[in-house]
């Protein structure tokens, strides 16, 4: 599956909100930073941000996304979100897009409650950024 994962400035939660009853979609995922823990150094703000958000706009059509921590800009809030079918896959697609590229952040597991999968970002030759998931074999 793919889709295009958004990036906010702390509102996303909001902006899903309103695309839900835009599309009168659903809401399949809210993760908080809170919920991992004391793994990253956040303000109180910042845990209740969202850590990544999936909203079903369509039969076949989803957004994802999240709150950022860097800066977001016109231009640089759309990532590529890509799911495959298990790690081999991703581990594959992952390597071949970090080719030329830059590794944002490496293929790893995910922080609780999402550690069921894995995840990891890169932009490749082409400058355009990607997410690549999948659940763990």
């Known amino acids: 599956m793919i889709m295009p994962y958004l990036s906010f400035q702390g509102n996303c939660e909001e902006a899903f909100l309103w695309y839900q009853k835009i599309f009168n979609g659903q809401i399949e995922h809210l993760a ?3 919920e991992i823990g004391n793994s990253l150094e956040l303000t109180a703000d910042q845990k209740k941000q969202i850590m990544h958000g999936q909203l079903k706009l369509t039969d076949t059509g989803y957004i994802s996304g999240s709150d950022s ?13 890509v799911h495959l079918p298990d790690e081999k896959s991703a581990n594959n697609v992952f390597d ?7 590794i944002l952040s490496p293929l790893a597991t995910n922080p609780p409650p999402d550690n069921h999968g894995i ?12 997410i690549v998931s999948a659940l763990k074999n």
Not at 119 to 130: L, P
């Open 32 to 34: 908080r930073y809170e």
């Open 69 to 81: 921590f860097r800066p977001v800009s016109a231009g640089n809030t759309l990532t590529i979100h």
């Open 96 to 102: 071949a897009l970090a080719t030329e590229g830059v």
């Open 119 to 130: 995840s990891g970002s890169v932009t490749d030759k082409f400058g355009f950024t990607w």
